[in-house]
């Protein structure tokens, strides 16, 4: 037997009439009859049967056929399908047990992204995103045209390689790299148009109007009044003015379109790639331009790629990808509780489009608290300016055959500038500004071990060994004022008064070492064992470190001797697996007391010091998630049918909560682990081949998931947390037996 270097080259003896047999994961396995052939030159096919095809995991790769945990994929084929502004609109209704929801109306926001359900209560459940092999990377700086392939790993026996990281599931993202030949050249673009969908039914001049007169009419009855009465006899809040009675004299304006808009979208990516025997590259550009469906609002975005690999010797190969974006996002109060979008569904129809604003006056009887909100879009500046560079460093060295050291380093920089202003023309007569500048630095260093190796020629076997330390250092600071002269000169210079300033730094670290695995059987048994030990900076100084291992075993059932004859039959495997992963976001200081700000008398004057302002806890650790699952994968008829189902419990435990203790302490409560939520469910997907023909193929994809999210423990007396709404009064609840977050209120 034999092994390439990594560029395809290798040696051995072999006596003549022997059959070599030539494979690769991904390719058509060759056999080729020797003779006297001192030079041979193999060209491997790649496979069409989808067994062989490779599945990227935690630190390596293995073949689909091969896969013994919950791991779906999306393919560059099914990202080039559709014109997606971000990556994150790459999962919807992609993946089963995947969901993607839109939480912000700004352009070019990202999508929420949750693997089977919310397993937390207050720390964050977004996946870890590994891009190129580099954890903790952000998706919202990566053109979704870059990318070769993207792999979800569901389930805690694929994520527990991943440690107090791996609970809420692991994104494992690979983009393009270059190819042996001659340089090729891409350009492709796209234009599209976005108009806003299922808008809110409004009340006209006329229904406002009646409504409005009547209410105040009921109101006045109620409080012993007649109708007869003057309206100057009425209290102001029941007053309404003469013109009411002749609504045609008035505006009739639809608010909630006035400041809704069709808008258009853009996209243009031009990439080179192309290499030799020694070296390959990729180079991309690409340009977004979205114009938001709200008035004034929009975003753009430059995204540049350089990926490279180069054989420096016939043992060693190296690379670097480089990765800078740059975006610009334009939204002047376009969300929240008091953006012009709500403030449109509330400003009444008789109001003028350059009315309620403090040039214009304020219209009688309509709500002077509203001010104009398509004004608002057009005179109030809010930008929020995003850089990125990613850089990825990285060598294969192969020691020995089927012994490979790899080592990768990889730093990413993220710097945020927002600047607002608020004129006082829309803002009640007081102008207000601000500023804020925020930076993140994030290193990663890793090492691995990787050793193949076929024993009695039925076993097969590949185990690793691994290490990894990262840092990440974020800082920001914020000012804001008010009361400006006038609107030419919107920085905080020009501003009367400083109402704040802020600046905060934070820094936390990870120290990892990790294991796999993999184990075939005559091709038919599979196990795979993983375990990982974290050592984080955000854990109690009695929890520092934390152990997470899963077990995973398949079998594949048509290889056996009573199905081995079944025609059409490619694959029917069955999988188990266990495993436990954590969730390490828990902040940066919340196992360590804290300290803040107080003034105090001394001597007669006022004094700054420090008192405590938060109980630590040392014993506060990872919040934990044991998965079990169970899955089905069935391949037939060359590739034309694939099915994969999947049934799963998953158990989260010591979630962070609030926890009362005694005041003698100083303080009512502390953060500690506590809490249980239970989301287990099923999963199904089907992918058919309709039609395969030179030139011409259909594919139909379908997918469905069901998940039930329960409470199963709160704090120590389970109680329940409830959340006040917009208006006051407790709107959403978390409580033993319900889903995290249901709604709150009584029942009609």
């Known amino acids: 037997s034999a092994t390439t270097d990594p560029s395809g080259k290798f040696s051995l003896s072999a006596p003549d009439g022997a059959i070599l047999i030539v494979s690769f994961v991904g390719y058509q396995t060759q056999e080729i009859g020797i003779s006297n052939q001192t030079n041979l030159t193999i060209r491997l096919s790649t496979s069409a049967s989808g067994l062989t095809d490779v599945v990227v995991i935690g630190y390596g790769t293995v073949k689909k056929e091969n896969v013994t945990g919950a791991i779906s994929s999306i393919t560059s084929k099914d990202l080039s399908d559709r014109a997606n502004t971000t990556l994150s609109e790459s999962f919807a209704g992609q993946i089963s047990g995947v969901t993607a929801q839109q939480l912000s109306s700004r352009p070019g926001a990202q999508l929420d992204i949750i693997i089977r359900g919310r397993g937390s209560i207050s720390a964050s459940s977004t996946p870890l995103y590994v891009v190129d092999g580099i954890p903790g990377s952000s998706i919202a700086n990566i053109n979704p045209n870059d990318i070769q392939s993207i792999e979800i790993l569901k389930d805690a026996a694929s994520t527990a390689i991943y440690g107090a990281r791996g609970g809420n599931g692991v994104v494992l993202i690979t983009t393009n790299q270059g190819k042996k030949g001659k340089p090729v050249i891409s350009f492709n673009s796209y234009f599209g148009l976005q108009e806003p969908n299922r808008l809110i039914t409004m009340m006209n001049r006329d229904e406002f109007i009646a409504y409005s007169i009547w209410g105040k009419n009921v109101a006045y009855m109620q409080s012993g009044g007649s109708l007869s009465d003057p309206m100057s006899l009425r209290p102001s809040r029941l007053q309404y003015p003469d013109s009411w009675n002749n609504p045609d004299t008035l505006p009739d304006i639809n608010w909630q379109k006035a400041v809704l808009q069709n808008s258009l979208i853009s996209s243009y990516q031009l990439s080179v790639a192309g290499g030799g025997d020694n070296a390959t590259y990729i180079i991309s550009a690409q340009h977004l331009n979205q114009e938001g469906i709200e008035k004034y609002t929009g975003f753009n975005q430059t995204n540049f790629r350089i990926n490279t690999s180069l054989n420096v010797s016939k043992n060693l190969k190296v690379g670097m990808n480089v990765a800078p974006s740059f975006s610009t996002i334009n939204s002047p109060d376009a969300e929240g509780q008091n953006s012009a979008y709500h403030r449109a569904l509330a400003t009444p129809p008789i109001v003028p489009l350059n009315g309620n604003t403090e040039a214009t006056g304020y219209v009688v009887g309509a709500f002077a608290n509203f001010i104009n909100p398509l004004q608002t879009l057009k005179e109030t500046q809010q930008a929020t300016k995003n850089s990125f560079i990613g850089t990825n460093l990285w060598l294969d060295f192969t020691l020995l055959s089927g012994l490979n050291f790899r080592s990768q380093f990889g730093y990413n920089y993220t710097g945020v500038e927002s600047k607002y202003f608020r004129p006082a023309n829309v803002n009640k007569g007081i102008s207000i500004g601000s500023y804020s500048q925020s930076s993140r630095r994030n290193w990663v260093l890793q090492n691995t071990l990787n050793y193949s190796k076929t024993l009695f020629s039925e076993l097969e076997m590949d185990l690793l060994i691994g290490q990894s330390i990262e840092s990440n250092k974020s800082n920001s600071a914020s000012v804001s004022g008010n009361n400006y002269p006038n ?41 795979t064992t993983n375990i990982r030990r974290d050592g984080s900076s955000r854990f109690g100084i009695n929890n520092k470190w934390g152990t997470f291992p899963s077990l995973s075993i398949g079998w594949k059932l048509d290889r056996e001797g009573f199905l081995k004859d079944v025609r059409n039959l490619n694959l029917l495997k069955i999988r188990a697996s266990i495993g436990e992963a954590g969730n390490d976001n828990i902040g940066d200081y919340s196992s360590i007391s804290l300290l803040s700000l107080s003034n105090y008398s001394y001597n007669g004057s006022i004094a700054s010091g420090l008192t405590p302002s938060t109980f630590g806890n040392p014993n506060l650790r990872w919040e934990k998630i044991v998965s079990r699952n169970i899955g089905l994968d069935v391949i037939a008829f060359q590739n034309r049918i694939q099915v994969s189902m999947e ?28 809490g249980k939520v239970e989301n287990k469910g099923f999963e199904f997907d089907l992918t058919t081949v309709n039609i395969r023909k030179s030139g011409f193929s259909w594919e139909s994809k379908f997918n469905f998931s069901l998940n039930r999210n329960k409470v199963l423990e709160t704090d120590a007396a389970g109680a329940p947390i409830k959340i006040a709404g917009y208006f006051g009064g407790d709107t959403y609840i978390t409580t033993i037996g319900e889903p995290i977050g249901s709604f709150y209120g009584f029942k009609t």
């Open 487 to 527: 609107n030419l000169v919107p920085t905080l210079n020009a501003a009367a008064q400083i109402t704040g300033a802020n600046t905060l730094e934070n820094e936390n670290s990870l120290a990892s070492f990790f294991g796999r695995a993999n184990f075939s059987f005559k091709d038919k048994y599979l196990l």
């Open 647 to 674: 049934l799963y419990d998953n158990i989260t435990t010591d979630m962070l909560f609030s926890r009362p203790i005694s005041r003698m302490t100083g303080f009512s409560s502390t953060v500690d682990n506590l």
